[in-house]
């Protein structure tokens, strides 16, 4: 039986059964039937897509640091510094594209548009990379470096770097959360299924890297960039097209109107009382209906007590009273709880949120100190060189064995070991692993560094050239960096989007894009700072030009001490949580926040 039926009188039936209760609507606007929408065919096409876009995002960013040092000719920390802003840039941009998202356009509008910005970005790379950049042809190898290049053709790289970073950063947050969209969590087996697909989505974005840290980076460090931009277009197009194709397939929420009016108006309004005493009770708190309110019909968030000034906005004083009579309403004088806990929920997440910048800082340097790092190590076997950057593909690999190993193995296991909670480990419990297993990385990067460094003062007199050391000794902090994503970044999607209100979903998603910015822009303070401490007039400095003269395995250390102090700090946020209570979802709610083992 159809969802809708429209009778000859005009009047409509609504067979809920057949509806998703989760409020979601189909292309044409009106509420999305459920066999006729979402679910796997949906999520699937948006699976190949966030593959498809990986691989052409990975096409740039996996190999910029070495096309910045040998096309443009930039210094190691220069390079290192560039890219880190870069990958920054990608991630703030993130916010320019939840906002839009969640206030005016709408998910699948969003994602659309981004992309279109995103496929013109790498073609734009293409062109100015073909034409200007790699000059003479087939230099940018390990062994010819670039010519000079103008000022003018300097800035069109950098625009065109750039409006892919705007393209990918307004694109990633939207597609994850609209991915989830696609399965009704108010259906027992679909909110399975929306659980299982934050999992399968950063595989899929793993998986589509691959092509790039392998194939591509190999193409690209023997100096063929501007084939290896070409592929990346070409890929981001025909994610452009698959996503397109699904259109009438998708469910959708409709935007809820730009939030920071209702966060201001809740600031406002319990400022405006805060000489009152709140009463012990929250059922006297003024509340509406979910569809009243001015939340365009999300769920309501029950009460919580965190916080309580911003509960004086939901006192109704005798003034309110007053007005009511009359008629008159101000949302800057009275705000219902569900807007007022919306203000909480963002200020809960804000500590827990922090606390993931610095694991940010230990991901990033696999894109950057990982890569200068194996350019110094022996790359070579029999006769065939081993692009560093391709060295990330056992980060992936590593990835992909530790999904499935926590979803088929570690999580039913202690859902067995919990009796009462089935549910296995929570989504904080997992980002705390995360950064457990992030220091064993920087352990082992700077031990690995340590015995680099040992060879190549052996077999070299003036400690230039790459070491004996082979870049095989890199798998172990390749391997751990993916472990601990596993359980840092897939539980941050599944938190985040848990635990933001309805109206602010791909916001959520955002949060953990931009801590990942942050965590670059952090990691290019870093450096600068330990050059700048550790350079003397006779010392080159932690990370100079040659690394062997340098003692990158210091800063590895120093990663490792700082991230084991985020982890304290983390471990104290994350049992002072309080997880957000939906209307009708409070008992599985008060899992998803629990740190306590």
């Not at 005016?104 to 279109?116: L, M, P």
């Not at 070409?230 to 959708?252: E, I, K, N, Q």
């Not at 102090?565 to 997880?579: F, G, M, N, P």
């Amino acid at each position: 039986m159809a969802c809708l039926e429209v009778c000859k009188e005009g009047k409509v039936k609504e067979d809920q059964g057949a509806c998703t209760q989760d409020g979601t609507i189909d292309w044409h606007g009106r509420p999305a039937i459920r066999a006729k929408s979402g679910q796997w065919t949906a999520g699937i096409i948006i699976l190949l897509n966030q593959g498809l876009a990986t691989l052409a995002f990975f096409g740039v960013g996996v190999n910029l640091v070495l096309f910045l040092t040998r096309v443009l000719g930039q210094n190691n920390a220069d390079a290192a510094n560039n890219v880190s802003k870069w990958t920054g840039t990608v991630y703030i941009f993130s916010l320019v594209g939840a906002f839009l998202s969640d206030s005016y356009w709408g998910r699948y509008k969003t994602c659309a548009i981004f992309q279109v910005i995103f496929v013109i970005g790498l073609v734009s790379l293409s062109l100015s990379s073909y034409l200007f950049l790699v000059r003479p042809r087939g230099c940018g190898n390990q062994e010819t470096p670039c010519g000079s290049h103008s000022g003018l053709e300097i800035t069109l790289f950098y625009l065109s770097i750039y409006l892919v970073a705007l393209g990918n950063g307004g694109y990633q947050p939207n597609i994850a959360t609209f991915g989830a969209d696609q399965f009704d969590e108010e259906d027992p087996e679909e909110g399975h299924s929306k659980v299982a697909f934050f999992s399968y989505f950063y595989l899929a974005l793993n998986l589509g890297s691959l092509f790039s840290n392998t194939i591509l980076g190999y193409f690209e460090d023997e100096g063929m960039w501007a084939l290896g931009f070409w592929v990346s277009a070409g890929s981001a197009l025909a994610a452009l097209g698959l996503f397109l194709a699904g259109t009438t397939r998708y469910r959708h929420f409709k935007p809820s109107g730009n939030p920071l009016p209702r966060f201001c108006q809740v600031i406002v309004a319990a400022t405006k009382k805060c000489s009152i005493d709140l009463p012990p009770d929250a059922d006297d708190l003024y509340d509406v209906d979910g569809n009243d309110s001015s939340m365009n019909g999300n769920r309501k968030i029950l009460h919580t007590n965190e916080f309580k000034f911003l509960d004086r906005a939901a006192y109704i004083s005798t003034r309110d009273v007053d007005d009511q009579k009359k008629g008159i309403y101000s949302p800057w004088r009275l705000c219902p709880v569900t807007q007022v806990e919306e203000v909480k929920c963002i200020l809960r997440l804000l500590p827990i949120w922090l606390c993931t910048i610095i694991y940010s800082v230990v991901f990033t340097q696999m894109a950057s100190l990982f890569v200068e790092q194996g350019a110094a190590m022996t790359t070579t076997i029999s006769n065939f060189r081993i692009p560093p950057a391709s060295m990330s593909s056992f980060d992936i690999l590593s990835v992909a064995l530790f999904i499935f190993l926590y979803r088929r193995v570690l999580d039913p296991l202690v859902g067995r070991i919990r009796k009462k909670d089935s549910r296995g480990l929570t989504e904080l419990q997992r980002m705390g692993i995360g950064l457990v297993i992030a220091i064993l990385a920087m352990v082992s990067a700077g031990i690995v560094e340590c015995y680099r460094l040992k060879y190549a003062s052996r077999d070299c007199t003036h400690c230039e050239g790459s070491s004996s050391l082979s870049i095989f000794w890199q798998v172990p902090q390749y391997a751990f960096i993916g472990a601990s994503e596993v359980f840092m970044y897939v539980g941050q999607l599944e938190f985040f989007n848990a635990q933001t209100p309805d109206g602010l979903k791909s916001f959520g998603s955002a949060l953990c894009m931009t801590s990942i910015s942050l965590g670059n822009y952090v990691s290019s303070l870093l450096v600068t700072m330990v050059m700048k401490i550790s350079t003397e007039d006779h010392m080159p400095g932690w990370i100079p030009g040659n690394l062997n003269k340098g003692h990158l395995d210091r800063f590895y250390f120093l990663l490792a001490g700082l991230t084991t102090i985020d982890l304290v700090v983390y471990i104290a946020c994350a049992t002072w949580y309080k997880c957000i209570k939906l209307e009708g979802k409070t008992a599985e709610n008060d899992k998803q926040g629990s740190f306590k083992v």
